[in-house]
């Protein structure tokens, strides 16, 4: 069966500053992967998804991510955050691709 | 706003009584998922409908049940309710059914006192 673990709990990171929140999947085949972002009182907005091709992979806000069959990890990065940006992420891997099993959630804290 | 509407926003009901939760989907999107986020279980995927027909389940307990509509929305309803069903219900739909891109409603909060 399929899991994802994101390792860290809670982020907190001053504005201006990068960000990258870790992601580690199990899967036997070749994964579907995904990163959600939830906003307070608001629902999952997608911001990212690799399904093949190039393991680097450009998202929305600014977000990207990277694919790494090797470390099965599917890390989300941002250069420069922004304050805008507080809100839970989630990690997800679609197996198959329409069921996704979502990962725990980090919340990052943005300080000023 | 993601276009998937979810009522109602809240809900607050004692245990052993039946719900209904409603999503309309999208304009245009034939699939509908169905997921549970607790604090215990995290967010966990439930049910797709694709074109009124089910077409995946996951971790759906038997006391709950959903359906889709020939004009596309789709009820979930839960029945026979305890304390640990308290959690955000969402609904998602996509265009077809693969869900390549899943857009999320803004939840039903379930509170079962």
């Known amino acids: ?112 | 706003d993601s276009g998937v509407t979810q009522t109602p926003k809240h809900l607050i009901t004692a245990t052993g009584q039946r719900v209904t939760l409603r999503c309309s989907p999208r304009s245009g999107d034939l699939s509908v998922y169905w997921y549970q986020q607790s604090l215990d279980q995290g967010l966990q995927f439930l049910i797709q409908y694709y074109n009124g027909e089910e077409r995946a389940k996951g971790n759906i307990l038997e006391r709950f049940s959903a359906q889709q509509f020939p004009d596309l929305h789709s009820e979930l309803n839960l029945s026979s309710l305890e304390l640990g069903d308290s959690a955000l219900y969402f609904c998602a739909s996509s265009v077809d059914r693969d869900g390549d891109t899943q857009y999320f409603g803004p939840g039903t909060r379930l509170t079962v006192l």
Not at chain 1, 50 to 55: C, E
Not at chain 1, 63 to 69: L, N, T, V
Request: hydrophobic content about 35%; proline content about 4%.
């Open chain 1, 1 to 112: 069966a399929q899991s994802v673990t994101q390792p860290d709990i809670h982020i907190t990171v001053s504005e201006g500053a990068s960000l990258e929140l870790r992601c580690n999947y199990s899967y036997g085949a070749t994964p579907y992967l995904f990163w959600y972002v939830q906003s307070p009182g608001q629902g999952l907005q997608l911001l990212l998804k690799y399904f093949s091709g190039d393991t680097l992979v450009q998202g929305i806000k600014g977000f990207e991510a990277e694919f790494k069959r090797s470390q099965s990890s599917f890390n989300l990065r941002k250069p420069s955050v922004h304050w805008s940006d507080a809100a839970e992420y989630f990690c997800a891997v679609g197996a198959p691709h329409y069921k996704l099993s979502f990962g725990a959630g980090t919340t990052v804290t943005v300080r000023a």
